[in-house]
């Protein structure tokens, strides 16, 4: 597989559940990304990671946890969402964070999880 | 006042036709300039990348950068059905503005009629 995979690709859950959406890249980068996309909005950025550590956190709610394992692999944990949380979450990478002081890294995006919560 | 602006569209034109698509910015610190393509369904693909200001082209599609004016363009010559998605521009400071954050807008929704 190649590129940057996330799964599941849709995912319904209810208001008390506990869910984990799953990224994946396969091009060796060192940052990877979580984006919520709702409709008719922007993309918005919630966390970074640059070589496992978080060095963004955008002012997201405390029921959305990511995890960073490793530099392949990026979690994001759900837990008593709300209904307006429903959107399409992206995963992205590059091969390092702007802050490293190389020159930009242009982002390579996941699929993305439909995510609606009921 | 946002940091990027996008018109969202839709916008629909016949295939052949030369489609324009624009975005404007308030930060003068944007160098960096990307337009992203999303198909319904899929997450966003990198379709063109500029520094600074000037033109880039790339087969049918031709990215122009006008920074005085704060305006970017990506114009799509001979358009075709498979160009129907929504088009994302994106831009990036320096590396010590607002941490580097890629900045979006909020997409033009592209359709082309056979």
């Known amino acids: 597989e190649t590129g940057v995979t996330q799964t599941p690709r849709h995912l319904v859950m209810g208001m008390t559940n506990k869910k984990s959406l799953k990224c994946e890249q396969h091009?060796?980068?060192?940052?990877m990304y979580w984006y919520k996309q709702s409709a008719k909005k922007p993309l918005e950025l919630m966390f970074v990671?640059?070589?496992?550590?978080?060095?963004e956190n955008n002012s997201v709610p405390s029921r959305f946890s990511p995890e960073c394992p490793n530099s392949s692999h990026l979690f994001l944990h759900l837990h008593t969402l709300q209904p307006e949380d429903s959107a399409l979450y992206l995963c992205a990478s590059s091969q390092d964070h702007p802050l490293s002081g190389t020159s930009t890294d242009t982002q390579y995006f996941g699929p993305g999880t439909r995510l609606t919560v009921l | 006042q946002k940091e990027v602006e996008q018109d969202p569209g839709p916008l629909s034109v016949p295939e052949g036709a030369i489609v324009s698509l624009n975005c404007t910015y308030s930060n003068s610190a944007f160098q960096y300039f990307m337009w992203y393509r999303q198909y319904s369904r899929k997450g966003p693909e990198l379709l063109m990348y500029t520094y600074s200001s000037g033109n880039k082209e790339d087969g049918r599609f031709t990215a122009q950068v006008d920074k005085s004016s704060k305006y970017i363009s990506l114009f799509i010559r001979d358009s075709q059905p498979s160009d129907s998605a929504t088009y994302l521009c994106a831009m990036i400071g320096g590396f010590y503005d607002q941490g580097g954050k890629l900045i979006f807008g909020q997409g033009t929704e592209l359709s082309v009629k056979p």
């Open positions: 091009l060796g980068h060192n940052a």
């Open positions: 990671y640059s070589l496992e550590e978080r060095v």
